[in-house]
């Protein structure tokens, strides 16, 4: 049998021409997927094969113990302890979110997390910082590091890393000096002084650790090793070992402080003791603290905000630096400054004492309703006349153009920050006729008069609009003692983990003040009596004590039925200082009575004069 072609239908043009255009797409196609083939295998070839490789490697930054924070004679303050933490890589999510949201129910039972928290967790710091790891939990046990490890297929993207976490082995001891760490902000990557740091990296935030920084923080290293298709580790390759941070040796005195911190626990308050000839720190505190290891796994935001609370006294708060207080009689030191340089009065110029001083239709009075009849600057200081002193602010706010004392209060640091190696020290306030004039425009409700003459006598014995802090004093009666403005300074040198220096801070340069030597000797001797002779203010807190101090209280008003506050400025050994020590308690009441003994032991501290350190004298209720 055959076929016969002479009865086949002949095909017609269209369907000859369709034909002709499938075909020739046909042929673009497979000439398209050939050259395509052509191209990766004998063109990039050598190219997918080196990416391929470079899949099976993977660069790991191992991160840096940061340096070690001593005292001046070596005792540990912060060290640094290995942890593991879990961490989710952003770019090896999964992209479904039902595998995700598996991943995270997975995690949480491991972890003993909620789902919600983690999933919290994960977007905030990946909406902070979207390329880096997020940190779901630090300081896991070591079951966790292996079960996670060992299930690796289970976690698409979770990694257990060795990390170093702060320690601070004293807890809460200067709390507020050492600071905190916590991982560097998108904003602080884009700064100079944060380059070449990851961005997993912790820097520090507050305190000495952000202040020396760059010091404390080590060089990372780096691990590349050789994985599997399934991203498990294989082998390592090559490794560079991290480098940790420098030492950082610090002024302080770790039994002043101990003292110190000891003697106001449990109240609100600061202190500060410090050299007055070179302005290093001895000891510095603020009552309530507060322990910093919270924050080296990273601390919740309730427990920030009861940190922060001045309900809880605001622990984070450093009061030494950033107090904002009237300092009461503390301040007449500073004011015979400005009197005796403006004339106002010599050495032996005598004032009378009737109990009370009118200006106006307003009369004030010395504590308890005293009179001490005639004085001159000495015993003005010695019994602390608040008469003498409303007599001499009242002259200063008409001679010398009527500025003199905030002219001689700001060159002894007040008003303005003191320098101090510690961020976020405020700079107080210091009262003007300009500023309170236009605060009073400002804030009406808070400056509710413009300035008036009884300002001045206010500021004269340190109440009124003043804002002040332990520090500022600190530097103001160590101006007086030496007639030289000091820096004050926490860090002494920079050394390596054997304790051998490799840098040392300079001593900041101190400024002449200008002050008469025979202006200076005068206001020494008025402390001097006030806390050695009869009638002294702090007489009775210093009875029997081995070293001869100069001292002055002082009782701040605060109005509105609150507790007068505390506070006591002393120097030691007197005629020539090496030690001012200034303290501070909120609710204290007479300076005697509470901020002069704090002080007494904080001095006794520094000296080494055993079994002084914690007895505790009250002085007369009397004086202020």
Same mark, same amino acid.
């Given at each position: ?358 200006? =106006?239709?307003? *009369?004030?009075?010395?504590? #308890?309703?005293?009179?001490? %009849? /005639?004085?001159? +600057?000495?015993? !003005? ?72 003459? =009884?300002?001045? *006598?206010?500021?004269?014995? #340190?109440?009124?609009?003043? %804002? /002040?802090?332990? +520090?500022?004093? !600190? ?85 509105? %039925? ?63």
């Amino acid at each position: 049998m055959y076929l016969d072609n002479e009865n086949r239908p002949a095909i017609t043009p269209q369907l000859a021409l369709r034909v002709a255009i499938l075909g020739g797409i046909a042929l673009v196609m497979f000439a398209i997927v050939f050259f395509r083939l052509w191209y990766l295998q004998v063109l990039s070839g050598d190219k997918y094969l080196a990416q391929a490789r470079d899949n099976q490697v993977r660069d790991i930054v191992v991160q840096a113990p940061r340096g070690k924070i001593v005292d001046r004679d070596g005792n540990v303050l912060v060290d640094n302890r290995v942890a593991y933490a879990v961490t989710i890589s952003p770019d090896k999510l999964p992209l479904r979110q039902a595998e995700k949201t598996q991943l995270y129910q997975r995690l949480a039972r491991v972890l003993g997390m909620s789902r919600r928290d983690i999933r919290t967790t994960v977007r905030t710091q990946l909406k902070a910082q979207p390329f880096a790891k997020a940190t779901v939990k630090t300081d896991v046990s070591r079951n966790v590091f292996s079960y996670v490890l060992e299930h690796q297929a289970s976690f698409p993207g979770v990694t257990v890393d060795k990390v170093y976490l702060r320690y601070y082995p004293r807890h809460d001891l200067a709390a507020q000096i050492m600071g905190t760490v916590g991982r560097v902000t998108a904003q602080e990557l884009k700064e100079p002084d944060f380059k070449g740091v990851d961005q997993n990296d912790s820097v520090g935030q507050t305190g000495i650790e952000s202040s020396y920084d760059r010091y404390l923080r080590g060089q990372d290293g780096a691990a590349r090793v050789q994985v599997d298709a399934a991203g498990n580790l294989r082998s390592e390759l090559t490794s560079k070992q991290p480098v940790q941070g420098h030492e950082l040796r610090l002024s302080l005195n770790l039994e002043a402080q101990k003292v110190g911190q000891a003697t106001l626990a449990g109240r609100r308050g600061a202190f500060v003791a410090m050299d007055v000839r070179n302005g290093s720190v001895y000891a510095l505190g603020s009552s309530p603290t507060f322990d910093p290891n919270v924050f080296s796994k990273g601390v919740k935001e309730s427990t920030y905000k009861a940190l922060s609370s001045s309900a809880n006294g605001a622990p984070l708060t450093n009061r030494a630096i950033q107090g904002l207080y009237p300092t009461g009689s503390t301040f007449k030191p500073i004011t015979s400054v400005a009197a005796l340089n403006c004339g106002v009065l010599t050495p032996d110029t005598v004032i009378f004492d009737g109990g009370s001083f009118k200006q =106006g239709a307003i *009369v004030r009075h010395n504590a #308890g309703n005293a009179s001490y %009849g /005639a004085l001159n +600057l000495v015993n !003005a200081l010695r019994v602390s006349s608040d008469v003498f002193f409303y007599n001499v602010g009242a002259e200063l706010g008409t001679s010398c153009g009527g500025l003199e004392l905030q002219k001689w209060a700001s060159k002894l640091g007040i008003g303005h920050k003191t320098g101090i190696d510690l961020p976020a020290e405020t700079p107080g306030f210091l009262p003007t006729p300009a500023r309170i004039n236009r605060r009073h425009k400002q804030y009406p409700k808070i400056f509710n008069l413009p300035w008036e003459p =009884g300002d001045n *006598v206010n500021l004269a014995v #340190g109440q009124g609009y003043l %804002g /002040a802090d332990p +520090l500022q004093m !600190a530097v103001a009666y160590a101006g007086i003692a030496t007639g030289y403005k000091v820096v004050p300074h926490l860090a002494m040198r920079v050394e390596d983990n054997e304790g051998r220096a490799l840098q040392s801070f300079s001593t900041p340069s101190r400024k002449k003040l200008g002050i008469n030597p025979l202006f200076r000797q005068t206001i020494m001797q008025g402390l001097f009596e006030a806390a050695n002779s009869p009638g002294g203010t702090s007489v009775d807190v210093f009875k029997g004590f081995p070293i001869k101090v100069c001292g002055k209280t002082g009782t701040a008003e605060k109005g509105l %039925g609150r507790q007068d506050q505390s506070w006591y400025v002393v120097m030691a050994p007197c005629p020539n200082p090496q030690y001012v020590v200034a303290v501070t308690d909120e609710t204290g009441g007479f300076g005697a009575q509470t901020a002069a003994p704090d002080a007494r032991r904080i001095l006794a501290a520094l000296f080494g004069i055993k079994g002084l350190e914690n007895k505790i004298v009250r002085g007369s209720s009397r004086t202020l």
